[in-house]
């Protein structure tokens, strides 16, 4: 079965970092493009960061050099390193499977308020 498990959220100060950890099981995250997305308060789900099998980043506006989308092989996890937050990044952040049988895992709530 293919699981993606989400982790790392919590509630950060303006200006600060996570760091959040997408745990997979049942594929291999090397092997395939691999994104980032989240859902705001009230709003659509929508693309944070992309990273393919070759090393490609396809980042959101918003992301703006802040944010780095990485894959550990080693682990099997795809990780996100969120710098400089601000309000408007709270959100339940998801990782998801792109290649193939496309899947989502279990959300990570991201909380920025001072």
């Not at 710098?83 to 990570?108: F, H």
Request: charged share 20%; hydrophobic share 30%; aromatic share 6%.
């Amino acid at each position: 079965d293919v699981q993606l498990q989400a982790s790392g959220g919590g509630l950060v100060q303006p200006g600060g970092s996570l760091r959040l950890s997408c745990a997979a099981s049942g594929f291999t995250v090397g092997h395939n493009t691999m994104s980032w997305y989240r859902r705001r308060p009230g709003k659509a789900l929508e693309p944070v960061s992309t990273l393919d099998t070759r090393g490609r980043r396809a980042d959101a506006d918003f992301v703006k050099g802040r944010f780095t989308i990485s894959k550990d092989n080693a682990k099997n996890t795809l990780d996100l390193q969120m710098n400089n937050l601000t309000t408007e990044d709270t959100a339940v952040y998801y990782c998801t499977k792109d290649s193939g049988l496309k899947s989502r895992g279990q959300g990570t709530q991201v909380t920025v308020s001072s």
